[in-house]
């Protein structure tokens, strides 16, 4: 074959999405769904960029589309961020997205319009077919390609491995919306502070499972894919599974869990979110890599009873808190924070969850690593 006749690839990278649930809608509520994507899609900064200089092949896929960007491998990633930001305004529409990066060759379709063809539009299908509604995933190629700009390597979380159609196994990580900070030192060792009194029994009758329920209704109901409510960005608050657990610790931890969401505001993955010990163990693959605090001691929570096993000869990792109320402090494999509180009893307990609310270096540091703020 002469060089006439091989075709000409180039790096194509592509933002996939579509709607989630579009198919089971009736027909003028589709066209109306993708009506409002177009128009939204359309006024994104990095769309009219693209297109303006010929860098952008946009292609309807029916519940969606795929936007092909030339030159710039952050475009894609870009684009999503603005569709996130806008779709705040548009909770009807639950989109999902995927971001890819690889070789694609320009062809014409039937009517002789501009195409394209290629394993990246493929993969990049594949990838968003893994994400949540309202989540952003990235392939391993697509993230390695940002990673390598400081500016967007901290909004970039591994997820996990999955194995989809045809075999095809991908890497995948989540693009959080907002950056997070270089994780640093926690606690010193030696650190004791007096106990307050902000976090006394009579506020801890007024907490409530779940506060965000209507907000999680609509981001996970008969979708239940996790990583629409749970980013790098959010604090898992691990309790014991024996009914003494639930009565005590779980309120304590439910009150740090406010605090964590009232300091989160508007940000829908800067929250907290209480879990059993049993729930946590069973998800690793989503929750092993997020930070984390475990309330109750051991044998009551296994998780902290994990972090008394691995405390050194020389106590290093545990921290006094006060006579009776103990903490402990590790990096976990991403480097953000894993915490375990603890009291010689359930209400020594509560006062070590209440000291650390109150610590300068305790809730307030562990936010800042998380969220890249004070």
Same mark, same amino acid.
């Given at each position: 074959?002469?060089?006439?006749?091989?075709?000409?690839?180039?790096?194509?990278?592509?933002?996939?999405?579509?709607?989630?649930?579009?198919?089971?809608?009736?027909?003028?509520?589709?066209?109306?769904?993708?009506?409002?994507?177009?128009?939204?899609?359309?006024?994104?900064?990095?769309?009219?960029?693209?297109?303006?200089?010929?860098?952008?092949?946009?292609?309807?896929?029916?519940?969606?589309?795929?936007?092909?960007?030339?030159?710039?491998?952050?475009?894609?990633?870009?684009?999503?961020?603005?569709?996130?930001?806008?779709?705040? $305004?548009?909770?009807?529409?639950?989109?999902?997205?995927?971001?890819? #990066?690889? =070789? @694609? &060759? /320009?062809? !014409?379709?039937? +009517? %002789?319009?501009?195409?394209?063809?290629?394993?990246?539009?493929?993969?990049?299908?594949?990838?968003?077919?893994? $994400?949540?509604?309202?989540?952003?995933?990235?392939?391993?190629?697509? #993230?390695? =390609? @940002? &990673? /390598?700009? !400081?500016?967007? +390597? %901290?909004?970039?979380?591994?997820?996990?491995?999955?194995?989809?159609?045809?075999?095809?196994?991908?890497?995948?990580?989540?693009?959080?919306?907002?950056?997070?900070?270089?994780?640093?030192?926690? =606690?010193? &060792?030696?650190?004791?502070?007096?106990?307050?009194?902000?976090?006394?029994?009579?506020?801890?009758?007024?907490?409530?499972?779940?506060?965000?329920?209507?907000?999680?209704?609509?981001?996970?109901?008969?979708?239940?894919?996790?990583?629409?409510?749970?980013?790098?960005?959010?604090?898992?608050?691990?309790?014991?599974?024996?009914?003494?657990?639930?009565?005590?610790?779980?309120?304590?931890?439910?009150?740090?869990?406010?605090?964590?969401?009232?300091?989160?505001?508007?940000?829908?993955?800067?929250?907290?979110?209480?879990?059993?010990?049993?729930?946590?163990?069973?998800?690793?693959?989503?929750?092993?890599?997020?930070?984390?605090?475990?309330?109750?001691?051991?044998?009551?929570?296994?998780?902290?009873?994990?972090?008394?096993?691995?405390?050194?000869?020389?106590?290093?990792?545990?921290?006094?808190?006060?006579?009776?109320?103990?903490?402990?402090?590790?990096?976990?494999?991403?480097?953000?924070?894993?915490?375990?509180?603890?009291?010689?009893?359930?209400?020594?307990?509560?006062?070590?969850?209440?000291?650390?609310?109150?610590?300068?270096?305790?809730?307030?540091?562990?936010?800042?690593?998380?969220?890249?703020?004070?």
């Amino acid at each position: 074959m002469t060089t006439a006749h091989l075709a000409t690839y180039e790096m194509g990278f592509v933002l996939f999405m579509d709607i989630v649930g579009y198919s089971k809608e009736p027909i003028d509520r589709q066209r109306a769904l993708i009506e409002s994507l177009k128009q939204l899609v359309s006024q994104c900064a990095e769309y009219k960029s693209a297109a303006s200089c010929n860098e952008l092949l946009p292609l309807p896929t029916g519940d969606g589309m795929a936007l092909v960007f030339r030159g710039d491998p952050f475009r894609p990633v870009k684009c999503a961020l603005e569709m996130a930001e806008a779709l705040k $305004a548009h909770p009807q529409i639950k989109l999902r997205m995927g971001v890819h #990066a690889g =070789l @694609i &060759a /320009q062809v !014409s379709d039937i +009517r %002789d319009q501009p195409n394209a063809a290629g394993s990246a539009i493929n993969v990049a299908q594949r990838v968003m077919d893994c $994400a949540a509604a309202g989540q952003i995933v990235l392939s391993k190629d697509a #993230a390695d =390609l @940002i &990673a /390598q700009d !400081s500016n967007w +390597r %901290d909004r970039v979380c591994y997820l996990c491995e999955r194995v989809v159609k045809h075999g095809l196994r991908l890497q995948l990580y989540s693009l959080e919306t907002y950056p997070i900070a270089n994780p640093v030192s926690h =606690l010193a &060792a030696d650190q004791t502070l007096s106990i307050g009194g902000t976090l006394a029994p009579e506020i801890l009758s007024h907490t409530m499972s779940n506060p965000r329920y209507k907000d999680d209704l609509l981001r996970l109901d008969r979708n239940y894919q996790l990583p629409a409510v749970i980013g790098r960005e959010t604090v898992i608050i691990v309790v014991g599974t024996t009914v003494v657990a639930e009565l005590l610790d779980r309120s304590a931890a439910e009150a740090l869990r406010d605090r964590i969401d009232a300091k989160g505001g508007e940000y829908p993955f800067r929250r907290g979110i209480v879990l059993s010990d049993k729930t946590w163990f069973d998800n690793q693959i989503l929750l092993g890599s997020k930070a984390v605090v475990a309330i109750g001691g051991p044998p009551a929570n296994k998780l902290t009873s994990e972090f008394a096993q691995s405390i050194t000869a020389t106590g290093e990792g545990k921290y006094a808190i006060a006579p009776g109320v103990h903490g402990f402090f590790r990096k976990g494999g991403t480097g953000l924070p894993q915490i375990g509180l603890w009291g010689d009893s359930a209400d020594k307990t509560r006062q070590a969850v209440e000291a650390y609310i109150n610590l300068p270096k305790g809730l307030s540091e562990l936010l800042a690593i998380c969220w890249g703020h004070t």
